[in-house]
């Protein structure tokens, strides 16, 4: 197969930045997806409907011309979070969800929470009104290995909140595991997962090929083989019977923000993202199931229409620049200075 042609996808765990930042990379995503759910680590965090409408109005300013892409807001969790602000978003169709981060788990998530069960109200609130919670699942003490907090977090605190709150729905964001996999495909409907491209393409040795790998550094880190092989066979399965969806993680940092004494977790992939997806599925034989995936199963769970756009992919080999602009600085993108074997062939029609 040499083009395919699929259902415009959807990116369900995205991060824009904002101001400058935001205007240089929303190009990259727009040209490939109908619709992103956008994160809220701004600073200050978005911890408002009236915030995340705002943040929302910044995204459609900077679109580029013509572009129907449209963001999908959240509300980043706090210890201040009230039931009232959940019914404020239940009532709000461009906001779709709410974000947990536990505090200090990764970029931007100081404000994080810190104490599941007073939260109760806020997640009973949730299950009432079917607004989901995307989670960023890592523990942060740091007796933990870090290759572990996945599976800890996992096994722990995520296993007790779907125990107390069964009606809630959950989107494990950026899963890395085996266990992760285990869990969602064990747990009932309202349970899904996102899986980046660069989880599924690469293991921990990238981060040490030849040397430190910044740029291949993220969070939750690259884990081991057989749970990149995991990922890969709950992506691109028959068995995938939607629980699994594309959601990149793409994060711009800057070089200068990547190559220092303590480095930003985060790769840039909004530049190829579609085209990396569809390498993973190639490779599994599974390119017949890219749509699905890509397309459907994120769309389904949210309770949201398909897009009805579609996207075209050729197989032609491009090279990756070396560095893309970020606001008056520079982020050097997955892949920088190497090949990609697809590349979008049309814009969506």
């Not at 904002?18 to 240089?24: N, P, R, Y």
């Not at 870090?146 to 069964?166: C, I, K, N, S």
């Not at 996102?194 to 989880?199: D, E, G, L, R, W």
């Not at 199931?289 to 398909?306: I, K, M, Q, T, V």
């Amino acid at each position: 197969m040499d083009s395919l042609t699929i259902t415009q996808p959807d990116d369900w765990h995205l991060h824009l930045r904002d101001g400058d930042q935001l205007i240089s990379v929303i190009a990259d995503t727009a040209a490939r997806f109908g619709r992103a759910v956008v994160m809220p680590n701004l600073k200050p965090p978005v911890v408002s409907v009236a915030q995340a409408l705002g943040y929302r109005e910044r995204i459609l300013a900077a679109r580029p011309p013509g572009s129907a892409f449209e963001p999908l807001m959240t509300l980043y969790l706090t210890a201040d979070t009230t039931p009232a602000q959940i019914q404020q978003v239940a009532a709000t169709p461009q906001v779709v969800g709410v974000k947990l981060y536990p505090a200090g788990a990764t970029t931007n998530s100081e404000a994080g929470v810190t104490s599941l069960d007073a939260l109760t109200p806020v997640f009973e609130a949730m299950a009432e009104h079917a607004v989901p919670l995307l989670i960023h699942g890592e523990t942060t003490d740091p007796n933990d290995d870090v290759f572990d907090r996945e599976a800890r977090f996992v096994d722990g605190a995520l296993t007790r909140l779907h125990g107390r709150h069964p009606e809630l729905k959950i989107v494990l964001e950026h899963i890395t595991t085996a266990d992760a996999v285990a869990w969602i495909g064990e747990t009932g409907p309202r349970t899904a997962a996102t899986v980046t491209a660069h989880h599924l393409l690469l293991n921990r040795n990238a981060i040490f090929s030849g040397g430190l790998r910044p740029h291949h550094y993220c969070l939750p880190v690259l884990k081991r083989e057989r749970h990149r092989e995991a990922l890969v066979e709950a992506a691109t399965s028959v068995a995938n019977t939607g629980k699994y969806f594309l959601g990149t993680d793409s994060a711009p940092h800057s070089i200068a923000n990547k190559h220092s004494a303590c480095g930003c977790a985060g790769i840039y992939t909004a530049h190829a993202a579609i085209e990396l997806y569809a390498e993973v599925f190639e490779a599994a034989g599974a390119l017949d199931r890219l749509e699905a995936f890509a397309s459907f199963h994120g769309p389904d769970f949210y309770g949201l229409p398909r897009n009805r756009v579609m996207l075209n992919l050729v197989r032609e080999a491009w090279t990756v620049p070396e560095t893309l602009s970020l606001g008056d600085e520079l982020l050097v993108p997955l892949r920088a200075g190497e090949r990609v074997r697809w590349r979008i062939a049309a814009q969506p029609s």
